[in-house]
């Protein structure tokens, strides 16, 4: 028994003494970077020139197809979207197999499959590889490109363009692409819809014939597969596939960078909120001995969010739900971009704090905790990836098409590991451009100019060079609009009073019941109802999916909300709010609350006056048609926007039938269905 004692006593207080041993107040090393055992991929060619990677996995009974043509970039010219309209009609059916029949075949075996014009992508259970493959193979060599199809893509494509036409963001990638390579270069080229309208299916066959070839495509096969059975198919499938076409062609030089640091600045009168992206263009390969140095210097800088950019412009100040930087390292020529989208307000602010970090990082060595985490993350996230056959195949694809050695992956972690101090400021110094960078802010001029036009760097003033929203240089806007001498705040009102009905024909509605729909996302349905009446009531409901997202009530001096099934009841002051906004027509109750009249404004090319109704509300009325066609409102988290369009007359009076509802980047129109006036509303609907 004493023995039993001392042994648990001895072997209590030699672990006393080794905790004692440990320095807690430091961290401990890191370990060895994990060693990364990728499957060498087996490889054969067919004579056609389709060159096929093979990296088996047994792990799960699944197997994935990723096809790549490796052409060089293709300036489409005055037939500019072409490639797009191609990628949309690939897969839809073959000239074997009619589309409907090939899509539900596709259901059918749980399978998926994408095509773009300059690949495609297939994945299925393994015991359907063959089937799939030969369907995959059907569609690369077959595709059934008719005129029905094509006219359908094409409608598409013009749609598209054309709600992307008020998007801040659409615009602000356009101009930047255009402006740093150059419309000359095909990385800087655009569609437009001119561009889309010029393309006949003859051309879409054309490019198809020319650009869609074996002759440098490669297929990488990742999964539950027998190599020599899947060559087997592979040639049975492929072989086939020819191009009688051969293309030679060369890729331009991209525009050199500006000479000094400016703003190159978009006016976008509907914008709610700024997007900034400075951006310069590098040469950085990922064979570049650079390479896994800027991977962590860009982590640190923006590409994560504890990096520089984010904790100071989202954490620190609020400006941005979100800040990032990225670095290519495309074969021809890439770029280095830091921004983010920020509220009109701070849009200067959010150009001097980005370019603020970017100095930071080029002048003051990061610490080595910080250097530390960007590791350890880029380690964990690598990790994590090979755990997807796409991701597996994109580095065994990485390998061949940019000169890669055989191990670099499988000495990836260990470059992460060996960055040091010195070599993120090295690299930083090298492709993080400032002094030669353009810094694009695509925004609403009339807010946001003034203030701009007062941002410096390194002690001088940044100069501001103006651009259209297709990268074509303007003039500075004039925002100075003359306003006429008899106009003030109430007659404007007036106007709109009797541009929707009249007064008289206002004063005899006592309720007003309205229903819309919007779409949230592709096959899903946002229904707004909405309820007033001329005793300060007001209800509104939004449904999605058949379920009540949010609901607002008010009853005479008391309201509620309630948001995914929590009720929160409001307060006095939003009571009042939602009352003044609730009401059938405010305008009458504007006449008697002291607002004001601001200036005139452009929104989207139609004058409008401009009314103050409080600190947190503005509405815009057409010069012209005294409608009422925007409302701006603004609170600490952010702008939102709602757009009147499509008036209609109901009951004598006029209501918008289109409203679009912008919050950050998001944007909503809510197509009015019905609209019913002194009928379908009872006081029993604002309990």
Same mark, same amino acid.
């Given at each position: 028994?004493?023995? *039993?004692?001392?042994?648990?006593?001895?072997?209590?207080?030699?672990?006393?003494? #080794?905790?004692?041993?440990?320095?807690?107040?430091?961290?401990?090393?890191?370990?060895?970077?994990?060693?990364?055992?990728?499957?060498?991929?087996?490889?054969?060619?067919?004579?056609?020139?389709?060159?096929?990677?093979?990296?088996?996995?047994?792990?799960?009974?699944?197997?994935?197809?990723? !096809?790549?043509?490796?052409?060089?970039?293709?300036?489409?010219?005055?037939?500019?979207?072409?490639?797009?309209?191609?990628?949309?009609?690939?897969?839809?059916?073959?000239?074997?197999?009619?589309?409907?029949?090939?899509?539900?075949?596709?259901?059918?075996?749980?399978?998926?499959?994408?095509?773009?014009?300059?690949?495609?992508?297939?994945?299925?259970?393994?015991?359907?590889?063959? &089937?799939?493959?030969? #369907?995959?193979?059907?569609?690369?060599?077959?595709?059934? /490109?008719?005129?029905?199809?094509?006219?359908?893509?094409?409608?598409?494509?013009?749609?598209?363009?054309?709600?992307?036409? *008020?998007?801040?963001?659409?615009?602000?990638?356009?101009?930047?692409?255009?402006?740093?390579?150059?419309?000359?270069?095909?990385?800087? =080229?655009?569609?437009?819809?001119?561009?889309?309208?010029?393309?006949?299916?003859?051309?879409?066959?054309?490019?198809?014939?020319?650009?869609?070839?074996?002759?440098?495509?490669? /297929?990488?096969?990742?999964? $539950?597969?027998?190599?020599?059975?899947?060559?087997?198919?592979?040639?049975?499938?492929?072989?086939?596939?020819?191009?009688?076409?051969?293309?030679?062609?060369?890729?331009?030089?991209?525009?050199?960078?500006?000479?000094?640091?400016?703003?190159?600045?978009?006016?976008?009168? %509907? @914008?709610?909120?700024?997007?900034?992206?400075?951006?310069?263009?590098?040469?950085?390969?990922?064979?570049?001995?650079?390479?896994?140095?800027? !991977?962590?210097?860009?982590?640190?800088?923006?590409?994560?969010?504890?990096?520089?950019?984010?904790?100071?412009?989202?954490?620190?100040?609020?400006?941005?739900?979100?800040?990032?930087?990225?670095?290519?390292?495309?074969?021809?020529?890439? &770029?280095?971009?830091?921004?983010?989208?920020?509220? %009109?307000?701070?849009?200067?602010?959010?150009?001097?704090?980005?370019?603020?970090?970017?100095?930071?990082?080029?002048?003051?060595?990061?610490?080595?905790?910080?250097?530390?985490?960007?590791?350890?993350?880029?380690?964990?996230?690598?990790?994590?990836?090979?755990?997807?056959?796409?991701?597996?195949?994109?580095?065994?694809?990485?390998?061949?098409?940019?000169? #890669?050695?055989?191990?670099?992956?499988?000495?990836?972690?260990?470059?992460?590991?060996?960055?040091?101090?010195?070599?993120?400021?090295?690299?930083?110094?090298?492709?993080?451009?400032?002094?030669?960078?353009?810094?694009?802010?695509?925004?609403?001029?009339? =807010?946001?100019?003034?203030?701009?036009?007062?941002?410096?760097?390194?002690?001088?003033?940044?100069?501001?060079?103006?651009?259209?929203?297709?990268?074509?240089?303007?003039?500075?806007?004039?925002?100075?609009?003359?306003?006429?001498?008899?106009?003030? @705040?109430?007659?404007?009102?007036?106007?709109?009073?009797?541009?929707?009905?009249?007064?008289?024909?206002? $004063?005899?509605?006592?309720?007003?019941?309205?229903?819309?729909?919007?779409?949230?996302?592709?096959?899903?349905?946002? /229904?707004?109802?909405?309820?007033?009446?001329?005793?300060?009531?007001?209800?509104?409901?939004?449904?999605?999916?058949?379920?009540?997202?949010?609901?607002?009530?008010?009853?005479?001096?008391?309201?509620?909300?309630?948001?995914?099934?929590?009720?929160?009841?409001?307060?006095?002051?939003?009571?009042?709010?939602?009352?003044? =906004?609730?009401?059938?027509?405010?305008?009458?109750?504007?006449?008697?609350?002291?607002?004001?009249?601001?200036?005139?404004?452009?929104? $989207?090319?139609? *004058?409008?006056?401009?009314?103050?109704?409080?600190?947190?509300?503005?509405?815009?009325?057409?010069?012209?048609?005294?409608?009422?066609?925007?409302?701006?409102?603004?609170?600490?988290?952010?702008?939102?926007?709602?757009?009147?369009?499509?008036?209609?007359?109901?009951?004598?009076?006029?209501?918008?039938?289109?409203?679009?509802?912008?919050?950050?980047?998001?944007?909503? $129109?809510?197509?009015?269905?019905?609209?019913?006036?002194?009928?379908?509303?009872?006081?029993?609907?604002?309990?």
């Amino acid at each position: 028994m004493k023995t *039993k004692i001392f042994t648990i006593l001895s072997l209590f207080l030699m672990s006393i003494g #080794l905790q004692a041993q440990i320095d807690r107040s430091k961290q401990p090393k890191a370990g060895p970077a994990p060693k990364i055992a990728l499957e060498v991929p087996g490889e054969f060619e067919l004579p056609n020139g389709l060159k096929v990677l093979v990296v088996e996995n047994h792990k799960l009974p699944r197997v994935s197809y990723s !096809l790549s043509i490796d052409n060089k970039p293709i300036k489409e010219g005055d037939i500019a979207g072409v490639s797009g309209i191609l990628g949309s009609m690939l897969g839809n059916g073959t000239t074997n197999i009619a589309k409907d029949a090939f899509n539900e075949e596709i259901d059918f075996l749980g399978a998926r499959m994408s095509f773009r014009s300059n690949g495609g992508y297939a994945s299925s259970l393994s015991k359907y590889s063959d &089937r799939i493959l030969n #369907l995959m193979s059907d569609a690369v060599k077959n595709p059934l /490109l008719t005129e029905e199809e094509f006219q359908k893509e094409k409608e598409k494509a013009i749609e598209g363009l054309k709600s992307n036409k *008020k998007s801040v963001d659409a615009v602000a990638s356009r101009v930047g692409s255009a402006l740093a390579y150059g419309t000359h270069h095909p990385y800087g =080229e655009f569609v437009t819809e001119e561009t889309i309208g010029k393309i006949t299916l003859k051309d879409v066959k054309t490019f198809y014939e020319r650009y869609y070839a074996p002759s440098n495509a490669y /297929l990488v096969v990742v999964g $539950d597969v027998d190599y020599t059975t899947i060559e087997r198919q592979i040639r049975n499938y492929f072989s086939a596939w020819e191009s009688n076409l051969k293309v030679v062609s060369t890729v331009p030089e991209a525009m050199p960078n500006v000479k000094y640091t400016q703003i190159n600045f978009v006016d976008m009168p %509907n @914008a709610v909120q700024s997007n900034i992206s400075l951006t310069s263009n590098v040469d950085l390969k990922m064979n570049d001995p650079d390479y896994h140095a800027v !991977l962590i210097a860009n982590k640190i800088l923006g590409g994560g969010f504890n990096s520089y950019l984010n904790m100071n412009l989202r954490e620190a100040h609020g400006y941005t739900y979100g800040a990032r930087s990225s670095v290519g390292s495309d074969k021809y020529v890439s &770029r280095f971009k830091a921004g983010a989208a920020v509220r %009109n307000a701070v849009t200067d602010s959010a150009v001097v704090e980005t370019l603020k970090e970017i100095k930071r990082i080029k002048e003051e060595p990061v610490s080595a905790q910080a250097l530390e985490n960007a590791k350890a993350k880029y380690l964990g996230d690598f990790v994590l990836a090979l755990e997807n056959p796409q991701n597996i195949a994109r580095y065994a694809l990485n390998i061949e098409l940019n000169d #890669l050695p055989k191990d670099f992956y499988t000495t990836y972690l260990e470059k992460i590991k060996a960055v040091t101090v010195e070599d993120v400021q090295r690299v930083a110094n090298k492709y993080f451009g400032t002094d030669s960078a353009r810094i694009v802010v695509v925004g609403k001029g009339s =807010e946001v100019l003034e203030n701009l036009e007062k941002v410096t760097f390194n002690g001088e003033n940044v100069p501001i060079k103006y651009y259209d929203a297709y990268a074509n240089k303007v003039e500075k806007p004039n925002y100075n609009i003359e306003m006429p001498s008899d106009v003030d @705040a109430n007659s404007v009102l007036n106007k709109y009073i009797d541009a929707i009905g009249g007064k008289i024909n206002l $004063d005899k509605v006592n309720s007003v019941f309205m229903t819309a729909e919007a779409e949230l996302q592709p096959g899903m349905m946002m /229904l707004l109802e909405m309820k007033k009446t001329s005793k300060d009531q007001f209800a509104t409901e939004i449904f999605a999916m058949g379920q009540s997202m949010m609901k607002t009530v008010v009853d005479g001096e008391a309201g509620y909300k309630v948001q995914q099934g929590q009720r929160s009841e409001m307060s006095p002051e939003e009571v009042k709010t939602t009352q003044e =906004e609730g009401s059938p027509f405010p305008e009458v109750n504007y006449l008697k609350s002291g607002v004001t009249l601001e200036k005139i404004e452009d929104i $989207d090319g139609e *004058k409008a006056y401009r009314i103050k109704i409080s600190d947190t509300q503005t509405n815009f009325y057409s010069v012209e048609t005294g409608l009422k066609i925007k409302v701006e409102k603004t609170s600490p988290m952010g702008s939102a926007s709602t757009y009147l369009t499509e008036y209609q007359e109901i009951s004598g009076i006029k209501f918008p039938f289109k409203i679009g509802q912008t919050n950050g980047p998001r944007k909503f $129109d809510f197509i009015v269905k019905e609209i019913k006036v002194n009928e379908g509303v009872t006081d029993a609907d604002f309990n």
